[in-house]
Nanobody, 128 residues
């Protein structure tokens, strides 16, 4: 069993920065691909960023956050981070951390159904 706990969400102004954290417990963390998704009311959850367990595979980002968001991980702390810079009102959402169910997958997948454990989410609100 895996538990994921997100933190770091808050109300900020446009242009501000935030760093979200996702602490994992349970099984081995270093062998898992991890990702951040987000969701706003009435919309489907969408992929934001993902990071492979392999250091030589580049992270993936949705186009709207490229150049502003950076995903990283600290395997010793079993934590994945999402550094969000130059935040925009359209970034307002509940952000979820998720673990890829594929033990052999190297490339980060953007498909929500391929993630099997999720955190409870952390709210990020960006005011204009």
């Amino acid at each position: 069993q895996v538990q994921l706990v997100e933190s770091g969400g808050e109300l900020v102004q446009a242009g501000d920065s935030l760093r979200l954290s996702c602490a994992a417990s349970g099984r081995t963390f270093s062998t898992d691909n991890m990702a951040w998704f987000r969701q706003t009311p009435g919309k489907e959850r969408e992929f934001v960023a993902g990071i492979s367990r392999w250091i030589n595979i580049l992270p993936r980002y949705r186009d709207s956050v490229k150049g502003r968001f950076t995903i990283s991980r600290d395997n010793a702390k079993k934590t994945v981070y999402l550094q969000m810079n130059n935040l925009k009102p359209e970034d307002t959402a509940v952000y979820f951390c998720a673990k890829d169910k594929g033990s052999s997958r190297a490339i980060v997948t953007t498909t929500e159904a391929l993630y099997d454990f999720w955190g409870q989410g952390t709210q990020v609100t960006v005011s204009s």
